[in-house]
C-alpha cells in the first residue's frame, strides 16, 4: 500500500491539512498563553480583599485590601465570569511592587489562561488520536496482498448515506456479500457484472482487497453481509464515451476535495456549541470550525468518500 495508491495519498493529505489547521490554532493559544502567564509572573503576593464596587456595562470590580506595608490598596480587576457581589470578600492575588496590578477569581486573564491551556490540550489529544487511527487504518492493509486471489463476479455500486458517498463490490453469488473499498476511477468503467480478483475471500475473511485492471483497491471497512443502507446506483452494464469522460473528471484529488466540501457544512454549527461551552468568543468559534472542517475532510477520506 505505498504512496502511489491513490487512496493513501488522499488520507494523507487530509491529515496534512488537519496538522497544519492544529498547529495553526494551537500556535494562536500558545501565544495568548503565554501572554497570560507573563501577566500573572509578578503577581505573587495573596491577600483577603473586600469588594468595593462592580461595573456590570464594563465587567469589572474594583477591590480593597490592606498588604503588610500597612498601606491601603485598590485594584480594578477585568473580569470574564460572574462578578462577585459588592461588599463580598475574595481572594486577591496581587503584585508587591504595583498592587493595583492584581487579579481575583473570575479574572480575565486568569480565565484566558485555563482557556487556552484546555485548547492546546484538545488540540494534542485530537493530533494523536489522528495520527493513530490512520496508522492502524494503514497498517491493518498492508499484508492483504499477499493473500490468496479468488475470481467472483460482482457489480459496483455507489451508495449515499447522509452526506457521504462510498464505493461498494457487491458480490453476485449467494449468499451476497458488499466489499466497501476506497474510490479509484477505474470502478466508474467497471461494466455490471464484472469478475473481479479479491485477495482473499469475502464470505471467509472481513478485510479483503480487489483488483481490477491492475489498480488495487483496498477496502475502506469491514465486509457486510447485509445490503448497506443509502441512496443506491448501480454501474452500467455497458462502458460508453460518457462513462470514461466521467471517469477521467476525477483523477486527482482536487475533485476528491471538492465533493467532500460538503462535509464542512455543520462545522460553524458546532463552533458555534464549543465557543458557547467555551466561552471564548469568536475566535475560539472560528478555532473549533476550522478544525471541525478539516476533521471532516478527514473522515471522508479515511472512510473512502466517492466523488464520483
Known amino acids: 500500500m505505498g504512496f502511489r495508491t491513490r487512496a493513501v495519498r488522499h488520507c494523507l493529505a487530509a491529515v496534512a491539512l488537519v496538522l497544519l489547521v492544529c498547529a495553526v490554532v494551537a500556535t494562536f493559544s500558545a501565544l495568548t498563553l503565554a501572554s497570560a502567564r507573563a501577566e500573572l509572573a509578578p503577581l505573587t503576593s495573596r491577600a483577603q480583599a473586600h469588594v468595593a464596587g462592580v461595573d456590570h456595562d464594563a465587567e469589572t470590580a474594583t477591590v480593597t485590601w490592606t498588604p503588610p506595608s500597612g498601606s491601603p490598596a485598590r485594584a480594578t480587576v477585568q473580569l470574564d465570569n460572574t462578578p462577585p457581589a459588592p461588599g463580598a470578600t475574595v481572594l486577591v492575588g496581587y503584585d508587591p511592587a504595583d498592587p493595583s496590578h492584581a487579579v481575583i477569581p473570575g479574572a480575565a486573564v486568569l480565565i484566558a489562561a485555563d482557556r487556552s491551556s484546555g485548547e492546546l490540550l484538545f488540540i494534542a489529544i485530537v493530533a494523536i488520536l489522528l495520527l493513530i ?23 459496483r455500486v455507489r451508495i449515499q448515506s447522509g452526506l457521504i458517498a462510498r464505493s461498494w463490490l457487491e458480490t453476485e453469488d449467494i449468499p451476497r456479500r458488499w466489499v466497501p473499498v476506497y ?30 485492471d491492475g ?10 453481509r447485509d445490503d448497506p443502507r443509502g441512496r443506491r446506483v448501480d454501474n452500467p452494464s455497458e462502458i460508453d464515451d460518457s462513462v470514461r469522460a466521467r471517469a477521467a473528471a476525477t483523477l486527482g484529488l482536487l475533485p476528491q476535495l471538492r465533493a467532500d466540501a460538503v462535509l464542512i457544512v455543520p462545522a460553524p454549527l458546532i463552533g458555534l456549541l464549543w465557543a458557547f461551552l467555551d466561552g471564548g468568543g469568536v475566535w475560539s468559534w472560528l478555532g473549533a470550525t476550522v478544525i471541525t472542517a478539516a476533521l471532516a475532510l478527514w473522515l471522508a477520506a479515511l472512510r473512502g468518500s466517492d466523488p464520483s
Open 133 to 155: 487511527a490512520t496508522t492502524v487504518r494503514l497498517f491493518s492493509r498492508l499484508g492483504l496482498t499477499r493473500r490468496p486471489q479468488v475470481r467472483i463476479p460482482v457489480r
Open 183 to 212: 474510490f479509484d476511477p477505474v470502478l466508474i468503467a467497471l461494466p455490471t457484472p464484472t469478475t473481479v480478483a479479491f485477495f482473499g475471500d469475502p464470505h471467509r475473511n472481513r478485510l479483503v482487497a480487489a483488483v481490477i
Open 215 to 224: 489498480t488495487v483497491l483496498y477496502p475502506s471497512g469491514r465486509v457486510l
